[in-house]
């Protein structure tokens, strides 16, 4: 079962344009993690973010936490052509001691030039 | 500093076939887990592996089973191969924190994309 859920599920934008995308979950987490894909290949980790954190940035990154909305966005400033990917949440599930990440059905982003 | 690597990269079985993947965790980690990712889905885990043994593992049948070895690769079998085993399969490592309990960031491979006919 997914944890998490992206939304939009496709997000289609301009070069230079920001793009955001959402995360909603369903049990309570210890962190939570943004990974990106491309053209299904290997996932990529872009940021991991505590569960008492409530901002965190990276570079053209941004990701917040809502605990009490149990959500997360990640914002990707001024995008980029080569930031075309699949982006998928994931946190460490909780009953099984954090050993496996549980992951959400991503977000399809295309960046046009 | 090597990341990890699987192989092969792709791989072409019929119903019924044995299959095995491998994979090698990054240098420093000791933890392995793989994970399934049918077309247009998320990931989903399969099993993980830790000093040899399976520590914990998702809802996959006994079909699908591993191993790890004393230099922390580890192989993914598959057995009596059905048509919806075609997917991409990742291996991930990483290494407990300093408290010795909690997985923190995890290390994907490129995969190996299985097509079952």
């Known amino acids: 079962s997914q944890q998490g859920e992206e939304d939009p599920q496709a997000l289609s934008i301009q070069e230079g344009e920001n793009a955001t995308m959402n995360c909603s979950y369903k049990t309570s987490i210890n962190n939570l993690q943004w990974y990106r894909q491309n053209s299904g290949r290997g996932l990529v980790h872009l940021i991991l973010i505590r569960s008492n954190e409530r901002e965190k940035h990276s570079g053209r990154l941004r990701v917040t936490l809502d605990t009490s909305k149990k959500s997360s966005s990640l914002l990707i400033t001024a995008s980029r052509a080569a930031d075309t990917a699949s982006y998928f949440c994931a946190s460490p599930h909780p009953d099984t001691g954090f050993q496996k990440l549980v992951f959400g059905t991503g977000t399809r982003l295309l960046v046009s030039p | 500093d090597a990341g990890v690597t699987q192989s092969p990269t792709h791989l072409i079985k019929t119903r019924g076939q044995q299959v095995t993947l491998r994979c090698s965790p990054k240098s420093g980690h000791d933890t392995v887990s793989w994970y399934q990712q049918a077309l247009g889905q998320g990931p989903q885990f399969i099993f993980q592996y830790y000093e040899e043994e399976e520590r914990q593992r998702g809802n996959f049948p006994d079909r699908f089973s591993g191993h790890q070895f004393p230099n922390y690769s580890s192989e993914l079998n598959v057995n009596a191969l059905l048509l919806g085993d075609s997917a991409l399969y990742l291996c991930?490592?990483?290494?407990?924190?300093?408290?010795?309990?909690?997985?923190?960031?995890?290390?994907f491979g490129p995969g190996t994309r299985l097509l079952v006919l």
């Open positions: 991930a490592s990483s290494t407990l924190d300093l408290a010795g309990k909690i997985q923190e960031t995890q290390y």
